[in-house]
């Protein structure tokens, strides 16, 4: 009965290390984007640009900002906001300032009446988001 017992404690503490070194390996692993989706993604955005509509300009920051926040989320980016991902990437980004101004701009674009955006505007805006992306490395 003793050796029985000694080897059930011994399965036992074997199974429970095997297990907890499974969930730590995989626990803090990253998951991988689909690049080739966030691509094709990425160009059909810039494809549907056009600098002569400004309603186009919008709409093309508008999704720029939901694939670079869906990005962040696959990433496992912390946050329950678009704001608190970014700032729980801070100092990560390769351009800062223009992730921030892409995201506010898209920000205005949502919550103003009127916002005034022009072409230089928006493809400044765009190269924020395309910069987070590649950072993120989702292009």
Known sequence: MNGLMIALV??????????????????????????EMYG????????NMDSRNTDSLQMAIVKADKLLDKAMRESGVKGSTMGERLKARKGMWSNENAVWAAHKLRN?????????????????????????????GAL
């Open 108 to 136: 205005q674009i949502a919550h103003d009446d009127y916002v005034a955006l022009n072409e230089q505007t928006a493809r400044r805006a765009m190269s924020g988001f395309e910069l987070a992306l590649k950072d993120l």
């Open 40 to 47: 094709k993604v990425w160009q059909m955005i810039l494809r």
């Open 10 to 35: 011994v399965a036992v503490v074997v199974i429970g290390g095997l297990l907890m070194l499974f969930i730590q390996l995989t626990s803090g692993r990253k998951q991988t984007l689909d690049i």
